[in-house]
Every structure is written in C-alpha cells, then in structure tokens.
C-alpha cells in the first residue's frame, strides 16, 4: 500500500535497488560519472553499479527541497534542488541549478510508515534526468563549456536519440 499523499519533509532515503522494463534503444556505449551505459543492453545492475557503489542517498530537508549525494569519478558531490510536489508527481527543478538543463518529472511514492520511497521515471524523465547527469559530469571534467549553447544541446539531444524507451523504478530505504 502507498500513500496518496507524499511526507518528505525531514526524509532520507539510501538506494536498494532499481527495476527497468521496455527498454528500446541505440547500441552505442556511452559513460557518464565513470559508469558506461548502453541503452539496447541496459538493465537494473547498470544501476546497482552506479548507484550503490557511491551510497546514493536522496535527503529532503523540506518539503521543497531535494538533496542528491553521489559520487562523480570516485569524489563525493552534492545536489541540491528546489522540487514542486503535486499530489504524487515530483519536479526536480533543475533549472534553477542552472538554465541549460531540463526539469525532471517523476512519480514518488512512500509505504505507510515512511519507510521505503519508490520513484518512477517513463521514458521523457528519464532522458532528462540522464542527460543532466551526463551534462554536469562532463562541466565537472571540464569537458563542456555551459555557455556553448550547441555543445550543451547536443548531449540532450544524444541522449534522446540513444533512447526509444525506458521505464525505470527506484527503491529507496529510509534512514533511521
């Protein structure tokens, strides 16, 4: 049973694991935060390597903020988001981080006592949330240039063309 209604406020979750169905998709090779991708053979260890290796831990420490920590090339980061919260859907507003990347729309949902989150990404979430990832690993690499308008939509527009679809389902475990 899940919540109609999201309690985030407060909340820390880690990664436990993630589920992945239709996949459709370029076989091409492809790395992002020293993890390679392949759409056409993607599966959920692809996100086991990358999320559990680095303790991917999602904090909210309002209700209207999102909180990211993750590893990029074995050095610990962090995110930190303003979300809008309507009912179950969530949007990570990351262009308030910084204008050349997309929104993320996903769909969140808590147990009862709060303690699992699962978050649920079609396939329009998913290029957004990967090509973000993919754009801030290559500014951390100093591989992009934030203000070479071409270059920047470029790695959106490679990642929608690598992906025809994708589901993808996370499940987090709450922090005691």
Not at 34 to 44: P, S, V
Not at 70 to 85: H, K
Not at 88 to 111: C, G
Not at 125 to 142: K, M, Q, V
């Amino acid at each position: 049973r899940v919540k109609q209604t999201l309690d985030l406020a407060g909340k820390t979750y880690d990664y436990i694991s993630a589920f992945v169905s239709n996949v459709k998709g370029k076989d091409e090779d492809f790395t992002i935060s020293g993890n390679t991708f392949n759409i056409a053979k993607m599966d959920a260890g692809d996100f086991d390597v990358m999320f559990r290796s680095v303790l991917s831990c999602y904090e909210f420490p309002n209700a209207n903020t999102f909180k990211h920590t993750f590893s990029v090339n074995g050095q610990e980061a962090e995110l930190v988001v303003p979300i809008t919260v309507e009912g179950n859907k969530v949007t990570i507003e990351m262009t308030a981080v910084a204008s050349v990347l997309r929104n993320v729309e996903m769909y969140m949902f808590q147990d009862a006592d709060n303690s699992q989150l699962h978050i649920y990404m079609p396939t329009s979430s998913f290029i957004n949330y990967f090509a973000n990832l993919e754009f801030t690993t290559l500014l951390t690499e100093g591989e992009i240039d934030p203000n070479d308008t071409a270059a920047v939509e470029k790695v959106f527009a490679d990642m929608e063309a690598r992906v025809e679809s994708i589901n993808v389902s996370f499940v987090f475990k709450a922090r005691k």
